[in-house]
DNA sequence: GTTCATATCGAACCGATGTTCGCAGGAAAG
DNA sequence: CTTTCCTGCGAACATCGGTTCGATATGAAC
């Protein structure tokens, strides 16, 4: 395979920057006018040879027609808003992202956040999710929401303890209960009106020394 | 917020159909004969809907201007086509996915394997990569190909020996070194030419009961 | 009955967009 | 030198495709 123009590269990347933000392909000129090419049949002749590559596959006569192939996941900066225990309170939620330093953000998979709105991380305490491979100090990344379905992992607010806990959620009629993933420990039974949910877990993150 | 019509829930299933089949939204269109509907401006006008729903986001004035938000992840069949350890023999690869059963393959998160192709799963033998979080029983899922990268986790073949492994990649000049993740075990070391990569891990999956 | 909101239908408008064609410069091969 | 291939350029074409508008039907509220 001939090596690739820098043109090309400079199309690639466009491309996947482009997916990234929105979430949907480029037009030809959109290559265009973003890689500063004066014309869209040098982009239609580029886009030719880095089909021809293996780079990614188009569906002819179709606008945004472009899927690209064989992508290395990225990584994706998510803010890191606190920690979560049983027992413990958790920080005023949303925390504003804004104020967030550098070091309070963590990189995931963009795969993962793919499509999805409001992400947030938050370190675990504790090791009540211990046999759900979660352990004291990791991070768990959760999708922001207030509703859940049976059986999914959430942050879940206990309204009159002011407490948040991460736990499998289990809705039974009038009450709900919240599982924790370990032998050791029982579950919490609350009452649905006292229980709000903050959000849904979509990720774990463990660092290795 | 109001119940979803049915015209509704079948344009979302629609669209998340189509974006896994061709890896960009559908056009107004595509929607309107993918679902039998007699005009564009129905479409146009349940899309708002669905927009006002905060199901999905669109960009006006362009074509394929839609994005879908929230999803669920969804899953996809991997084939199972044995088990790897150290000092183990891989069955030969790649095994005829079509003489698989149903009971021979796995499901996982869809979005894994968005833009991937030549997936397939191996369970786990041992724990040489307990540290990894990956035990004895556990299912991996790998990305076929005969390339790494430095410190990716890839099933190897050693040729002279016969054997597959599942550890840490890591090129060091003329040889590499195959790495566990289990403080109690020391590294592989072997000559490049006696190594053959046969696939990059993309996921774990474990199965509780 | 009238009124209003919801949902659908058919048609048209017009900008967006993929494709094609002729042409040109430059490098490599003859 | 000429020829050939690769790459880039500009313009035009025909269709694609999002949007809008007026009309219709249904049902709930009054």
Redo the contacts with the bound molecule.
């Keep these: 395979m001939?090596t690739l123009?820098?043109?090309?590269q400079e199309m690639l990347r466009f491309i996947e920057h482009f997916m990234d933000e929105r979430g949907f392909?480029?037009?030809?000129?959109?290559?265009q006018y973003g890689c500063d090419?004066?014309?869209?049949?040098?982009?239609?002749?580029?886009?030719r040879?880095l089909t021809r590559a293996g780079l990614l596959k188009?569906?002819?006569?179709?606008?945004?027609?472009?899927e690209l192939v064989g992508r290395r996941p990225r990584t994706t900066r998510v803010p890191l808003l606190g920690s979560i225990a049983a027992g413990q309170p958790l920080p005023v939620f949303p925390a504003d992202p804004a104020t967030l330093g550098d070091e309070d953000h963590v990189e995931m998979d963009a795969e993962l956040a793919k499509n999805k709105d409001r992400l947030y991380a938050l370190q675990v305490k504790g090791d009540s999710m211990i046999d759900a491979l979660i352990r004291d100090g990791d991070v768990v990344i959760l999708q922001a929401q207030d509703q859940a379905e049976t059986g999914e992992m959430v942050a879940a607010w206990l309204i009159d303890t002011e407490e948040t806990t991460l736990k499998r959620f289990y809705a039974e009629g009038p009450r709900v209960r919240l599982q924790p993933e370990n032998t050791a420990m029982g579950p919490i039974y609350a009452d649905a009106r006292n229980v709000q949910i903050k959000g849904r877990v979509i990720g774990v993150l463990r660092r290795y020394e």
């Design positions: 001939a123009r820098p043109r090309q392909p480029p037009t030809v000129r959109d290559i090419i004066s014309s869209t049949s040098v982009v239609d002749y580029n886009l040879a188009r569906s002819r006569e179709v606008s945004r027609g472009i």
